[in-house]
Nanobody
Framework: QVQLVESGGGLVQAGGSLRLSCVAS????????MGWYRQTPGKQRDLVAR???????DYADSVKGRFTISRDNAKNTAYLQMDSLQPEDTANYYC????????????????WGQGTQVTVSP
């Protein structure tokens, strides 16, 4: 059983900052990547940023230079530092992890958190 739990969302004024955290727990063998996606009502869920073991980071063009993803491997935790937030960043933010478990060490699967709401007021 694997769980991803996000925290850190909330309401902030334009130009402000928030830091999201995502903790992965359970029978985890290896995490290949962790990332953040966001979704607004009626739209698809889009990649914001992800960090891949041995390969670096990947960002959506709209957040480059404003958002920073990082990871604490010892704690199975990913962070998303969001600076210079704008109203268009308003969305539900979901944590994603691609990982294998002790019962299926050679097989990777995607897991999702429940989401955390980020609202940026003008």
């Amino acid at each position: 059983q694997v769980q991803l739990v996000e925290s850190g969302g909330g309401l902030v004024q334009a130009g402000g900052s928030l830091r999201l955290s995502c903790v992965a727990s359970g029978s985890i063998f290896r995490i290949r990547s962790m990332g953040w996606y966001r979704q607004t009502p009626g739209k698809q869920r889009d990649l914001v940023a992800r960090i891949i073991s041995d390969s670096g980071t990947d960002y959506a063009d709209s957040v480059k230079g404003r958002f920073t993803i990082s990871r604490d491997n010892a704690k199975n935790t990913a962070y998303l530092q969001m600076d210079s937030l704008q109203p268009e960043d308003t969305a539900n933010y979901y944590c994603n992890a691609e990982l294998s478990t002790w019962s299926r060490m050679r097989s990777y699967a995607n897991y999702w958190g429940q989401g955390t709401q980020v609202t940026v007021s003008p």
